[in-house]
């Protein structure tokens, strides 16, 4: 990571005007040895096919890199990196990384999520067994069967392959429908050594061009298609083919939709329980005491149905405790929140009954918001910066707002223009015009006027 610093400071260039031209443009320094060899073409020709395609929104891209034991993170932006890739910065370095996704801040957490830039699944040949020979031949069948898409790119981390979909640009809205299509192009890999755990937004994948310090072996760009998919295309195709009885009107595009709804229904209401959950936090500035334990069961087990992994929900969940102001101890945290998975696997082994209880007992773990508001202390003020765990009176106050908006000082548009227009009338009034000419200026009746200035 040093070399790095000293590349974007630019305090090292003499170094290179004994091998190579350098020269200054637009108040940059530039040195003519791009692409000095292979590494560092693989590592911006990857970097290129996640985030070129808006590079001036890439603002928050993470570099990380694992030393002796050690992690250490970097938030920079598309052109920082692009720049040093280019003077062969991290070129021989060990496990370094790079965020498929965007962040809003420097902090590598799901709430955080800025744009959505691409789908991934880490196959990891050797601890199958598998040759890359045999993994090559069954993705070529699953592709031309239509199983999974054709990937965008395909890397060798040094033990397995990392394959890529690059996506356009989705917001942070659109993780529920992200998270469902990664669950499926994971299931849909998981007899060629899908890692289950690399699933989360947040995942940092292999740069190519460095190493992995496992075996020294170089992390190497195979195959680069430069395909770019729709999200929204990529779910409905995959979710059509979880349907097992075609209905009569399955062709109907309403029917289509609809059953799209219906899917997301599930995801949409357990990632928006995580994002009101973390938004408590934040009001509460992660002072929790006294519901620390409740809202990290709640994390856990929302984590859980969201992301279909539970090791990956325990991990969030002893992340999301160090941001306590007083976290637990680990294994606290563990005992605390055991509970969530076990609802879990109830949903799972339940998932296609249609009643939410089997013999009188409850599957999964859905309580109403007015028990959540109840369990969390949530108050009226709290609500209004939430999404979905809000009471009756607020869910009517947000109708209302949407039926007839109001403006800063409580008043409707029609409200407003009323008393706009009674003030036009006064003015005229004062100026001597009568009631007939005031109508005649303003275009309303002689009768409106009369009104108006009763009032």
């Given at each position: 990571?040093?070399?790095?610093?000293?590349?974007?400071?630019?305090?090292?260039?003499?170094?290179?005007?004994?091998?190579?031209?350098?020269?200054?443009?637009?108040?940059?320094?530039?040195?003519?040895?791009?692409?000095?060899?292979?590494?560092?073409?693989?590592?911006?020709?990857?970097?290129?096919?996640?985030?070129?395609?808006?590079?001036?929104?890439?603002?928050?891209i993470?570099?990380?890199?694992?030393?002796?034991?050690?992690?250490?993170?970097?938030?920079?932006?598309?052109?920082?990196?692009?720049?040093?890739?280019?003077?062969?910065?991290?070129?021989?370095?060990?496990?370094?990384?790079i965020?498929?996704?965007?962040?809003?801040?420097?902090?590598?957490?799901?709430?955080?999520?800025?744009h959505?830039?691409?789908?991934?699944?880490d196959?990891?040949?050797?601890?199958?067994?598998?040759?890359?020979?045999?993994?090559?031949?069954?993705?070529?069948?699953?592709?031309?069967?239509?199983?999974?898409?054709?990937?965008?790119?395909?890397?060798?981390?040094?033990?397995?392959?990392?394959?890529?979909?690059?996506?356009?640009?989705?917001?942070?809205?659109?993780?529920?429908?992200?998270?469902?299509?990664?669950?499926?192009?994971?299931?849909?890999?998981?007899?060629?050594?899908?890692?289950?755990?690399?699933?989360d937004?947040?995942?940092?994948?292999?740069?190519?061009?460095?190493?992995?310090?496992?075996?020294g072996?170089?992390?190497?760009?195979?195959?680069?298609?430069?395909?770019?998919?729709?999200?929204?295309?990529?779910?409905?195709?995959?979710?059509?083919?979880?349907?097992?009885?075609?209905?009569?009107?399955?062709?109907?595009?309403?029917?289509?939709?609809?059953?799209?709804?219906?899917?997301?229904?599930?995801?949409?209401?357990?990632?928006?329980?995580?994002?009101?959950?973390?938004?408590?936090?934040?009001?509460?500035?992660?002072?929790?005491?006294?519901?620390?334990?409740?809202?990290?069961?709640?994390?856990?087990?929302?984590?859980?149905?969201?992301?279909?992994?539970?090791?990956?929900?325990?991990?969030?969940?002893?992340?999301?405790?160090?941001?306590?102001?007083?976290?637990?101890?680990?294994?606290?945290?563990?005992?605390?929140?055991?509970?969530?998975?076990?609802?879990?696997?109830?949903?799972?082994?339940?998932?296609?009954?249609?009643?939410?209880?089997?013999?009188?007992?409850?599957?999964?773990?859905?309580?109403?918001?007015?028990?959540?508001?109840?369990?969390?202390?949530?108050?009226?003020?709290?609500?209004?910066?939430?999404?979905?765990?809000?009471?009756?009176?607020?869910?009517?106050?947000?109708?209302?707002?949407?039926?007839n908006p109001?403006?800063?000082?409580?008043?409707?548009?029609?409200?407003?223009?009323?008393?706009?227009?009674?003030?036009?009338?006064?003015?005229?009034?004062?100026?001597?015009?009568?009631?007939?000419e005031?109508?005649?200026?303003?275009?309303?009746?002689?009768?409106?006027?009369?009104?108006?200035?009763?009032?």
């Amino acid at each position: 990571m040093g070399l790095l610093k000293k590349v974007i400071e630019i305090n090292w260039i003499e170094e290179f005007k004994n091998t190579y031209e350098v020269f200054e443009e637009n108040g940059f320094v530039y040195a003519d040895m791009f692409f000095r060899n292979e590494q560092m073409k693989n590592s911006l020709e990857h970097l290129e096919t996640l985030h070129e395609h808006r590079h001036k929104e890439s603002k928050n891209i993470c570099l990380f890199k694992k030393e002796d034991k050690k992690v250490s993170q970097k938030f920079l932006t598309y052109e920082m990196l692009a720049l040093g890739m280019k003077y062969g910065a991290l070129i021989d370095e060990n496990d370094v990384y790079i965020s498929v996704n965007t962040f809003y801040s420097k902090s590598r957490n799901s709430d955080h999520i800025r744009h959505l830039r691409g789908l991934f699944v880490d196959l990891d040949i050797e601890k199958e067994g598998l040759t890359r020979e045999q993994v090559d031949k069954a993705l070529e069948i699953k592709i031309q069967k239509g199983i999974i898409p054709r990937y965008t790119m395909k890397i060798d981390t040094g033990r397995g392959y990392h394959l890529i979909w690059s996506i356009e640009d989705a917001p942070k809205q659109a993780l529920p429908i992200w998270q469902k299509v990664e669950n499926k192009l994971i299931e849909n890999l998981k007899e060629l050594g899908a890692d289950k755990v690399v699933r989360d937004c947040t995942r940092v994948l292999r740069l190519t061009g460095t190493k992995n310090s496992k075996n020294g072996k170089e992390c190497l760009l195979l195959e680069n298609t430069q395909r770019m998919y729709l999200l929204r295309n990529l779910f409905e195709v995959y979710q059509e083919k979880e349907v097992k009885e075609k209905p009569k009107n399955a062709d109907s595009k309403a029917f289509k939709q609809r059953k799209i709804l219906n899917c997301l229904n599930t995801y949409s209401l357990h990632f928006a329980r995580k994002e009101d959950l973390l938004s408590i936090c934040n009001m509460r500035k992660w002072n929790l005491t006294g519901n620390r334990e409740l809202v990290l069961f709640l994390y856990r087990y929302w984590s859980c149905a969201f992301l279909r992994e539970t090791e990956l929900a325990l991990e969030q969940t002893l992340e999301l405790n160090k941001r306590f102001t007083s976290p637990l101890g680990e294994q606290e945290v563990i005992s605390a929140t055991a509970s969530a998975e076990k609802y879990y696997n109830s949903l799972m082994e339940n998932k296609n009954v249609k009643k939410p209880y089997i013999d009188g007992k409850f599957i999964g773990f859905n309580p109403r918001n007015t028990t959540l508001i109840n369990w969390l202390g949530i108050t009226k003020e709290e609500q209004r910066e939430l999404k979905t765990i809000i009471d009756k009176d607020e869910k009517y106050r947000r109708k209302n707002n949407k039926r007839n908006p109001r403006n800063e000082k409580g008043l409707t548009p029609k409200q407003q223009e009323l008393i706009e227009l009674q003030e036009k009338v006064f003015e005229l009034k004062d100026k001597n015009l009568s009631y007939r000419e005031i109508s005649k200026e303003l275009n309303i009746s002689l009768g409106k006027v009369q009104r108006l200035l009763k009032k």
